[in-house]
């Protein structure tokens, strides 16, 4: 009899976390393969470090050196799952597994908003990241804008702390007085999933730092040539237009019947099986919805425990045994604000009636914490 295998689609924050805890808690004989398209893995978190001239590029690592012993990489494109026989189509073959992980993340699709590729800058992309810095550098006087697309997206807080450290840039270089900047959102509010107490934290340090809000705007086109960019109800000129893509599920994902309504995959939120026995989906392309109506925000943080609850009952499962944990929910995350201080916001998400999340004002301290998690991260790289 064969040894069983666990397939993982996707070797992002949640896939690598899902491969690693497994192979520490199976047998050596049971088989952990890990897919993904890329043959280096880069940390996309880091943006905000290239944005501001910190690093030249996200860190980065080739798969064959960050997976461990005993996990098999296969670099291949998924083309189509079948999750009633848990079979997968990839451009190199057909894989079967005797339990099947999906942790492919979410696709950005700035396709979605005409004009967005040639008149804004992506912040989500590492070139992106590049070229606002390069832009920044550059930049004495005029408009800039910091504007999200369309909800879910990657990170709540990243836009915000883009903002921010562009304000904290220009003062820097003393032109701030001279640069009008501005954030647009579709959203009511900023990290709507924390709460309005959060949210009212972080208007209080855009409205301290002249940085104009605004809420409830939905980007329709933009015009490169003119500069100018379009919102359901208004429109605005930019001199530099920093934006957050649309986010899509894989088309994979969209194309096997996974994904709900929402666009994104539902599962069981505390062991994050979905409807399909033995295929798990975790990380950012699942939704799972909270008390107060809103959705899991799409976060690293939520990832790694995820990928964490899904090994550890699966290694169970594997051996015979019952699930042990469950996924609580837990979530942090570093608000950076410029000139070495962060703000932090920390709690339950899946507490009734609504998340519990509180929001601690920045500090150097907060900043220094963020530096170590962000340590933390990079040690996935250097095993
Ligand atoms: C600028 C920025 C800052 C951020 N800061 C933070 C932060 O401070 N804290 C935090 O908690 N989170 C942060 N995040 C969010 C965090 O990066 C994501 O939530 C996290 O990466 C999600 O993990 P995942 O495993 O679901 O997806 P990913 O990490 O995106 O991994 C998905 C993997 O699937 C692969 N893949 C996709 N499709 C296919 C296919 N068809 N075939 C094969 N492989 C495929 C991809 O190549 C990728 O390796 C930030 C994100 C950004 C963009």
Redesign the pocket.
């Known amino acids: 009899m064969t040894e069983p295998s666990v397939l993982i689609?996707?070797?992002?924050?949640?896939?690598l976390t899902v491969a690693m805890e497994l192979r520490a808690r199976l047998p050596a004989g049971h088989r952990v393969i890990l897919?993904?398209?890329?043959e280096v893995?880069r940390l996309?978190?880091f943006?905000?470090d290239v944005m501001t001239g910190k690093r030249s590029s996200p860190p980065e690592g080739r798969y064959s050196s960050v997976v461990g012993e005993g996990i098999e990489f296969i670099h291949?494109?998924?083309?189509h799952i079948d999750p009633k026989r848990r079979t997968v189509e990839t451009s190199v073959g057909t894989l079967v597994a005797d339990q099947l992980v999906l942790?492919?993340?979410?696709?950005l699709d700035p396709g979605q908003v005409p004009g967005f590729s040639e008149g804004a800058c992506n912040?989500?992309d590492a070139d992106g990241a590049k070229e606002i810095q390069r832009r920044l550098s550059g930049l004495s006087q005029g408009q800039v804008i910091v504007m999200i697309s369309r909800t879910p997206f990657?990170?709540p807080?990243?836009p915000y702390e883009a903002a921010f450290l562009i304000d904290y840039l220009l003062r820097s270089r003393g032109v701030r007085n001279q640069v009008s900047l501005s954030v647009y959102t579709p959203e009511w509010q900023p990290m709507a999933a924390a709460g309005e107490a959060v949210g009212n934290e972080v208007v209080k340090l855009l409205v301290s730092r002249g940085i104009n809000y605004y809420t409830e705007h939905m980007v329709l086109k933009i015009d490169p040539g003119k500069r100018k960019v379009w919102f359901e109800v208004d429109d605005a000129d930019f001199d530099l237009l920093v934006g957050v893509p649309p986010h899509v599920a894989?088309?994979?994902m969209r194309g096997a019947g996974l994904t709900d309504s929402t666009g994104w995959v539902p599962v069981n939120p505390r062991t994050l099986e979905t409807r399909f026995p033995g295929v798990f989906a975790?990380?950012?392309?699942v939704s799972i919805p909270l008390h107060n109506g809103l959705f899991l925000p799409?976060?690293?943080?939520?990832?790694v425990q995820e990928g964490l609850t899904v090994a550890t009952n699966i290694a169970a499962r594997l051996q015979g045994g019952e699930p042990e944990v469950e996924f609580e929910g837990e979530g942090f995350?570093?608000l950076e604000v410029g000139g070495d201080e962060a703000g932090f916001a920390a709690g339950r998400f899946l507490e009734k009636p609504a998340p519990q999340v509180r929001f601690e004002a920045p500090s150097r301290e907060h900043r220094e914490a963020k530096g170590a998690f962000s340590d933390s991260l990079l040690q996935l790289l250097r095993r």
Request: hydrophobic letters at 50%; a negative charge; charged letters at 15%.
């Open positions: 689609l996707g070797a992002g924050y949640s896939g897919v993904d398209r890329h893995l996309c978190a943006n905000l291949a494109d998924v083309l942790a492919l993340g979410a696709e912040l989500y990657k990170c807080a990243a894989p088309a994979a975790l990380g950012d392309l799409m976060a690293g943080v939520f990832a995350c570093y």
